[in-house]
């Protein structure tokens, strides 16, 4: 596709649900990223992939979150017994390699948790 | 700590005026550094970016940014602001190594008055 596309783009879960965002980056990226904007706030990083391989959970919450790329492609982002505070919009963003710094956004997921 | 900093919640600027969103950052090394749009609904979108050379960059939209290494600084300016600029604008920076993950500032929400 022409850009980074996600889908669902609004979410809403009851407290105790478990919810799945999913990424489809563009076409050939080598790097993905998902971030974490709370309303009011600037977007923080959660975890990165290159190609399937996870480099980097250090931003995930707590261990209900958790996130795959299991083919290289496309991505999806797991979060188990969701709480309020998880309430938040999910982005992600890929790159063409990790040394290319130019990331591409997504819309976005907005999750809310009820 | 490092961080990324900036200092306006809110501006608000006149159609045709011209338009100055300050960013710090707060790092040992001059990382590489970004400004970001993002309007209702939409991700984000890359407004222009400095790695190194000329310390003033132009962007898309008509906008420009100034790196001054003794200030710590990048700020982003544009000579006569449109109503279509109303949006909110992200400074961020990559450290130039490890996985060029992207750090953010808290945001600027620009206001555009008739």
Redesign the interface.
């Known amino acids: 596709g022409a850009g980074v596309s996600q889908s669902p783009r609004y979410k809403v879960a009851k407290r105790g649900q478990d919810v799945a965002l999913r990424c489809d980056p563009i076409s050939g990226h080598v790097s993905l990223f998902w971030y974490q904007q709370a309303l009011g706030q600037g977007p923080e990083f959660l975890t990165y992939f290159q190609n399937e391989a996870q480099l980097d959970k250090s931003g995930l919450p707590s261990d209900r979150f958790f996130a795959e790329r299991p083919e290289g492609s496309v991505s999806t982002l797991k979060i188990q017994r969701t709480q309020q505070e998880d309430s938040a919009v999910y982005l992600c963003a890929s790159s063409f390699n990790r040394d290319t710094y130019e990331q591409y956004f997504g819309p976005g997921t907005r999750l809310t948790v009820t | 700590a490092q961080s990324?900093t900036q200092p306006d919640i809110h501006i608000t600027v006149s159609e045709g005026a011209s338009l100055e969103l300050r960013c710090n950052y707060s790092y040992g090394a001059t990382p590489?550094l970004f400004w970001?749009v993002q309007s209702p609904?939409?991700?984000?979108?890359?407004l222009l970016?400095y790695?190194s050379g000329d310390t003033l960059v132009q962007g898309i939209k008509g906008f420009e940014a100034e790196f001054k290494r003794s200030q710590s600084s990048f700020n982003l300016r544009k000579p006569s602001v449109h109503w279509s600029d109303a949006a909110e604008y992200?400074c961020?920076v990559?450290l130039n190594s490890?996985?060029?993950?992207?750090?953010?500032?808290?945001?600027t929400m620009l206001l555009v008055s008739p």
């Open positions: 990324v590489y970001y609904g939409q991700g984000l979108q890359l970016k790695f992200f961020a990559v490890g996985y060029s993950t992207l750090t953010f500032g808290k945001g």
